[in-house]
């Protein structure tokens, strides 16, 4: 087994993916290690506790002070998050963008204020490597909400999403999708460079720490060390060192390696979000859709309110059946028994509130990881607010019961943020440790301030910046290169 290579990523999601397909596709000598297994579409169906057992991170909760939680939901496959998300692609809104440089002094290459003209052409390579368009295939829930939307003075748009036009709309993309119409990076960037480049994988490869070594220039990364799936120890060196284990878990990892700084771990954004589900008269089989098609936007900025609201979607059995609540709490008993044989007549809306990043990601004297979080009121509004025009949403619409779930986080990010101050942030605006010379970051984690939108799109705009830096080598850690081997087109 090999044990030198150019560049070592560590997790294979929307950033570790994105940049260890591309630097592999431009000749680069690169080892890819993800903890989780490699599944692909033949072994995807709809069995959602299988999935949830086999392609996600064991469910972590942060518990809030109220005595609530909210569920941090991931993906720990090859394909990382994206193999199980939704595939919603929107660009980040330039307002979202502008708060980033204010936050940590981030700064573009001309030493200007970073802003979302830097990130345009990153983004064009994005969405043509996975192919992002727009869904306008409405089903009958989005038609039954449309209404209630109107009828409170607002709109409902198509969302653009990396879903091909084999989409056969069967709803199962959270148990990874059996077409490969939806694309994650699995079944791109990664799969594209082991056909057609010198990328290698390693799946089952727990990395538990990176190895750095003092050197004339300060301290440097020389490799990593990870245990494979038969627990056995593996050192691996390399020039340059990528850690995308996403944004809970590559500041525990950076930690483990002994990096201290206080912005590690910090900011930490959730995005909460919620579903909120009407109850409607005929069967509207929310189940059976590609699971979000539309979103209203009107209310994205902090100031008209600060959130999104998604349609239409609704968990799968076990998942629907176990997080709803109301006013008086979670259902439970002949209550659940009837919401739970109505499955088919309910539409969820996912409400998606901005926050402040005031959240942190804590390693644990006795190593294990704690999740502090704590709303403040501005954010709390937000949520409330969300929720309340969801619900106003679903009644205008003709809903005859609402119920909805507990606050989840499925847009982790801002953990290692990258900015010019290294006091406020990990990573400089390449990416590259304020303390360690040749280590990256390469995931949600760089995000100074939390979006407003879905945030894939962008964390892969992100990497693919990071992958033509590292390949364009400024500082000549990497060297020469063998001959750029690429898919034909
Ligand atoms: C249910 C759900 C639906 C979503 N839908 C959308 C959507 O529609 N649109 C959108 O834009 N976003 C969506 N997201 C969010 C999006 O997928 C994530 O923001 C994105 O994938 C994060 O990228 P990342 O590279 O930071 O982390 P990830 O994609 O999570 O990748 C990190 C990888 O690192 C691996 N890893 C962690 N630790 C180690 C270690 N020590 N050693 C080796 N490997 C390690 C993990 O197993 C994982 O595979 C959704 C998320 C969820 C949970
Ligand atoms: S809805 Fe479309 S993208 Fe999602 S799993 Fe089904 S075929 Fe794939």
């Known amino acids: 087994m090999r044990k030198g290579f150019d560049v070592v990523v560590v997790g294979s999601g929307a950033g570790g993916g994105v940049v260890a397909g591309e630097l592999a596709q431009r000749g680069r000598d690169v080892l890819l290690l993800e903890c989780g297994p490699h599944r692909t579409a033949a072994d995807f169906t709809r069995w959602e506790a299988k999935a949830t057992h086999g392609l996600w991170w064991p469910l972590r909760l942060a518990p809030l002070p109220s005595g609530e939680v909210v569920a941090l939901l991931a993906g720990r496959c090859v394909g990382g998050t994206t193999t199980i998300n939704t595939k919603v692609a929107p660009r ?6 502008a708060k980033w440089h204010p936050a940590t002094g981030l700064t573009n290459d001309r030493g200007e204020p970073f802003a979302a003209a830097d990130l345009a052409r990153y983004y064009d390579r994005v969405e043509q490597v996975l192919g992002v368009r727009e869904r306008r295939d409405w089903k009958k829930s989005v038609h039954t909400v449309e209404p209630g939307f109107h009828a409170l003075g607002t709109e409902l748009e198509p969302v653009r999403s990396y879903t091909d036009v084999n989409c056969m709309s069967c709803g199962s993309c959270l148990q990874g999708c059996s077409t490969n119409a939806g694309k994650s990076t699995m079944n791109t960037y990664i799969q594209d460079a082991l056909a057609f480049s010198s990328l290698e994988l390693r799946a089952e490869a727990d990395v538990d720490r990176v190895l750095i ?19 056995k120890r593996h050192g691996v060196r390399a020039q340059v060192v990528v850690v995308a284990a996403g944004a809970l878990n590559t500041p525990q990892l950076l930690s483990r390696s002994g990096l201290t700084g206080s912005p590690i771990g910090r900011h930490l954004g959730l995005h909460p979000v919620r579903l909120v589900y009407g109850l409607f008269d005929e069967p509207q089989d929310a189940h059976m859709v590609y699971p979000i098609t539309a979103h209203c936007t009107d209310f994205q900025h902090d100031e008209d309110g600060g959130f999104v609201i998604e349609a239409t979607t609704i968990q799968d059995p076990i998942g629907f059946a176990t997080t709803l609540c109301d006013e008086r709490g979670p259902l439970w008993g002949p209550r659940l028994v009837e919401a739970a044989r109505a499955y088919r007549r309910w539409v969820g809306l996912l409400a998606m509130a901005n926050d402040d990043n005031n959240a942190a990601v804590v390693v644990g004297d006795d190593g294990g990881e704690r999740f502090d979080v704590d709303f403040q009121a501005n954010e709390h509004e937000r949520i409330g607010a969300a929720l309340d025009f ?51 970051v390469g995931d949600a984690s760089l995000v100074p301030r939390t979006l407003s939108v879905n945030p ?22 990497l060297g020469s290169k063998a001959a750029a081997v690429s898919a034909p087109a």
């Open 213 to 231: 070594e003092d050197s004339a220039d300060g301290p440097q990364a020389t490799g990593i060390e990870y245990v494979d799936a038969a627990g």
């Open 456 to 477: 894939s799109l962008t964390i892969m705009a992100l990497a693919t910046r990071l992958a033509e830096h590292l390949d364009a080598d400024p500082k000549g850690y």
């Open 92 to 97: 980040a809104h330039e307002r979202d963008v």
């Open 390 to 440: 969801s619900r106003k949403v679903l009644e205008a619409a003709g809903a005859k019961q609402v119920l909805w779930t507990g606050l989840a986080s499925t847009h982790v990010q801002g953990t290692c943020r990258m900015g010019d101050d290294p006091t406020r942030s990990a990573v400089d605006r390449n990416g590259e440790s304020h303390d360690v010379r040749r280590l990256f």
